[in-house]
């Protein structure tokens, strides 16, 4: 069977590919542009996109889970795993940027066909995954807000990520959508910190690095919904859908890569601190969302309590939505299908993503947090393969020419391999002891 054509070429993709002549010299299309504040706020998204789909219902158990059984002292894991995954949705941008064709189809071509459907076989199986502890979270977290039963509000929220799916322009509704939640979510995280009043100095020492015993699935957890290379090796399709070129990649990593993967970094150690604060004030574990929000009540009186729900309810539906278009356009693009959130195959995999979170979540009501925590570190299984895939594909001045790594993005590259590398074999020896 021949290969079939990429259908994500963007206007920008060949002169990209062309950008470095022989001698090196960029072209004048390489030169960033002048922009006026709304030109700088146009250029936000695809990394917003991707830091609420790490920031889900799992990166906020495990937060709650850490806080409250460790206290302050695992907040390290938070800084460095934030730190490591703008270096590799960094490199996704660059791929984005400079590649000719989406990043599965040119895998494809330069590493080997069924490497690329490895790949996006892989990612579609973490996003299955992570529909379980989505749908749940999204229950769960309205619930809290108007009251009913959390398996009919899991329902409504699937109902209204499937209405989504029927608009033209899929992607670019995604991204507003999320870009409104993520700043709502903010707001909402930041009130409740303020509410809980957590001890800063010893937030300040959680940045020293330490292993309190019997962490090291927690950790692993927490590295796996915090450090997410499947979120970074969606990053470059977002920057095909808006057609980003060379000229933009500066101010892209100034307004969209940073902000918007430091925003859910800051989000979930927010999480741990307002935990941990419980604990220190009421003595009482709130180990899982219910529990926390149970607490935070008397803490914080109702409204308080309110806001706090109303930013876990953000933070489950934003993830929903991202996960479920991510898994089915790349999906999609590795079977050949379409790379753009838009085709036809994307639209029905991220249908059957959607479904699948809906049926384990009614099927499996008894221990729905136990469901998250188990999604979210079998995620870590996977992820180095895609790690080591950005790399390589960062790499190739055939493929992103003068955009390829240098020695010490490759630095931090591998020691991001190292971290989710260790991680994994961590999770498969505690999971067999």
Known sequence: MSEPKNTIASPHAHRGHMATTPDHHPAPEARPKRRTFLGYLALMGPAFVVGAWQFGPGNLTTAVQAGSRYD????????????????????????????????????????????????????????????????????????????????????????????????????????KALLVIVLLMGIAFIAST???????????????????????????????????????????????????????????????????????????????????????????????INALASVFTPLAGPVGATVFALGLSGAAFSSMIANATAGGTMFSDALGRGATAGSPTARIFTGVILAFGLVITLSFQSSPVGLIVIAQSLTVLIAPMLGVLIVIMANKKSVIGDLRNRWWQNLFGAIGLIAIVASSLRLITTLIG
């Open 72 to 175: 302050y002292t695992l907040i390290w894991v938070i800084a460095v795993s934030t730190i490591l995954m703008i270096f590799f949705t960094d490199m996704s941008v660059r791929l984005g940027i400079a590649a000719p064709g989406s990043l599965i189809t040119a895998i494809k071509h330069h590493l080997g066909k069924w490497v690329g459907v490895l790949a996006g076989c892989g990612v579609f199986g973490i996003t299955l995954m992570f529909s379980v502890g989505n749908a749940v979270g999204s229950g769960l977290g309205l619930s809290l807000v108007f009251g009913g039963s959390p398996v009919l509000w899991t329902v409504v929220c699937t109902a209204a990520v499937g209405f989504v799916l029927a608009f033209r322009n899929v992607y670019g509704i995604v991204e």
């Open 194 to 288: 303020i509410v809980a009043q957590p001890d800063w100095y010893r937030a300040m020492e959680g940045m020293t690095p330490s292993l309190p015993a019997g962490s090291e699935i927690l950790i692993v957890a927490l590295v796996g919904t915090n450090f997410s290379i499947n979120a970074a090796f969606y990053t470059s399709y977002g920057i095909k859908e808006n057609g980003r070129t060379r000229a933009d990649y500066r101010d892209i990593t100034l307004v969209d890569t940073i902000p918007g993967i430091v925003a859910p970094g800051i989000m979930t150690a927010l999480v741990i601190m307002v935990s941990a604060a419980v604990l220190g004030k009421t003595g009482a574990e709130a180990g899982t």
